[in-house]
C-alpha cells in the first residue's frame, strides 16, 4: 500500500490561508441507521467524547486561527445536552452558526433556545417525501418528527435548508421531495446522489441508482425548478461514479475546511479518517494552528506538487483538485492516485465494475442498516 505522505517534505504548500469554516462534529450518537451514511465504521463511544470545556477551547483556537463559520454535526448534535452553551460560546466569539441535525429532538422549545443562543441557520435530513420509505430508510419511525422540525424551525424565523440524499429507494420521487421540502418552509433544498464514504461504502451496491433513474431525476429537477421559480434554491448534486470527471476535492486539500471528531481528531475532510497512511492528528495533543499550518495531515495534498500524470498537466487540475483523496484511497489504496471517477484514470475500470455490481442488485430489497453508536 503506498504512503501518501512519503514526501510531505517537498510537498508543504507555504501560501495556505487560514480556514473559513469548521465542522463540529460533536458526537456519532444518532437516532436514524441511516444505510449511506457517512461516519466510520467505528464510531465512537459517549465516553470518550470530548467535554464541553475541551470543546470551548477548541471553538476559542478556531475563531483565532481565522474561522467564521461553525457546524455543529454528528451523528445527532441534540444528542449533547450542553449544545445550547457550546452555540452560545460560537456566538460569543463572533462565528456564524449552522445547526446540522436530523430533527429529532428538536422542539419548538429547543429551537427557540438554540435561537436565542446564536444558532444563524438550520440544515435538516429529509428521507424521503413518503413517510413509510423515510421511515424504512431512516431505520426509525422519524419522518412526522422532521416535518415538526421544520414547524418549530419555521416559528424561530431562521433560514432553513432541506438536505436530501439520493439513491436507488428514493430518486424516483426526487419531484414530491422537493414538493415536500418547499412546504416544510425551505429557503435551500440540496438534493445530493449518495458519496460512497463509510457505511455507504460498505452499501454502495444497494445505494447506486440505475442510469435511467438518474436521468430521469434530472428531469425531475428540472420540472420542479420550473414549478417553484422564484422559491427557494434547488441544488442537485449528480452522481459522481456515473461522470467522466471527478467532483472537485471541496475548495482543495486543507484549504478552507477543517472537521474535528467526537475524540478531537483533526481532519482536512470529512472523510479523511478512511486514509490510514496520514497521520491522525488531534487538538488535544496539538493547537489547531500547528496542525493547519505544519502536519503532515494537512500538507499532504495541497497545492499540486503532489500529483501525478494525469492530473500533473491537466488543464482542470486547478478546479476539481485532482479529485477526491479520500475516494482514490478507498478504491486503490493510493491517496496520491487519480481520481478513480476521472475517465483518464488507469483505475477507471474499478468504478466501472462498481457499477456492474450495483445494476447486477437492482432488483434486490432496499434493507441494508447502519449501527448505532453506544
Not at 486561527?65 to 452555540?87: N, Y
Not at 421544520?150 to 426526487?174: F, K, M
Not at 500529483?307 to 488543464?315: H, N
Request: charged share 20%; aromatic share 6%; net charge negative.
Amino acid at each position: 500500500m503506498a504512503d501518501a505522505t512519503a514526501n510531505d517534505a517537498t510537498t508543504r504548500d507555504a501560501t495556505a490561508r487560514p480556514p473559513l469554516g469548521m465542522l463540529i462534529e460533536l458526537t456519532h450518537r444518532c437516532p436514524l441507521h441511516c444505510p449511506y451514511c457517512s461516519n466510520p465504521l467505528e464510531l465512537v463511544r459517549r465516553s470518550e467524547e470530548l467535554t464541553r470545556e475541551q470543546w470551548s477551547d477548541i471553538l476559542t483556537q478556531a475563531r483565532a486561527l481565522g474561522v467564521v463559520q461553525t457546524h455543529f454535526s454528528g451523528g445527532e448534535p441534540l444528542a449533547r445536552p450542553d449544545l445550547p452553551e457550546l452555540v452560545g460560546r460560537a456566538r460569543q466569539l463572533g462565528a456564524y452558526v449552522n445547526l446540522v441535525t436530523s430533527g429529532v429532538g428538536l422542539t419548538a422549545e429547543r429551537a427557540r433556545e438554540l435561537a436565542e443562543r446564536g444558532v444563524d441557520h438550520v440544515q435538516l435530513s429529509l428521507q424521503d417525501a413518503d413517510p413509510g420509505a423515510g421511515d424504512l430508510i431512516a431505520g426509525a419511525r422519524v419522518h412526522a418528527a422532521k416535518l415538526k422540525a421544520a414547524e418549530a424551525v419555521a416559528v424561530t424565523g431562521l433560514p432553513l435548508t432541506v438536505n436530501v440524499v439520493l439513491h436507488r429507494a428514493n430518486i424516483d420521487r426526487a419531484e414530491q421531495i422537493v414538493d415536500l421540502a418547499v412546504s416544510m418552509g425551505a429557503d435551500r433544498i440540496e438534493l445530493a446522489n449518495t458519496q460512497y464514504y463509510g457505511w455507504g461504502l460498505r452499501n454502495r451496491a444497494a445505494l447506486l441508482p440505475t442510469p435511467d433513474q438518474l436521468a430521469a431525476a434530472r428531469q425531475a429537477v428540472r420540472r420542479a425548478r420550473d414549478k417553484h421559480a422564484g422559491g427557494p434554491e434547488i441544488v442537485y448534486v449528480t452522481a459522481d461514479y456515473y461522470a467522466d470527471r471527478p467532483k472537485p476535492c471541496m475548495d482543495g486539500w486543507g484549504s478552507t475546511q477543517l472537521t474535528v471528531t467526537p475524540t478531537g481528531d483533526v481532519l482536512p475532510c470529512p472523510a479523511a479518517y478512511a486514509i490510514t497512511t496520514l497521520p491522525r492528528e488531534n487538538a488535544l495533543r496539538r493547537p489547531l494552528s500547528e496542525i493547519w499550518y505544519e502536519s503532515q495531515a494537512f500538507n499532504a495534498f495541497r497545492g499540486t506538487g503532489w500529483m501525478r500524470e494525469p492530473c500533473r498537466t491537466c488543464p482542470e487540475r486547478h478546479t476539481d483538485h485532482g479529485g477526491c483523496r479520500c475516494q482514490a484511497f478507498q478504491l486503490t489504496g493510493d491517496a496520491a492516485a487519480t481520481d478513480p471517477v476521472c475517465g483518464l484514470s488507469p483505475h477507471r475500470p474499478l468504478v466501472d465494475a462498481a457499477l456492474e455490481e450495483g445494476l447486477a442488485a437492482a432488483d434486490l430489497a432496499f434493507v441494508p442498516r447502519k449501527p448505532v453508536a453506544p
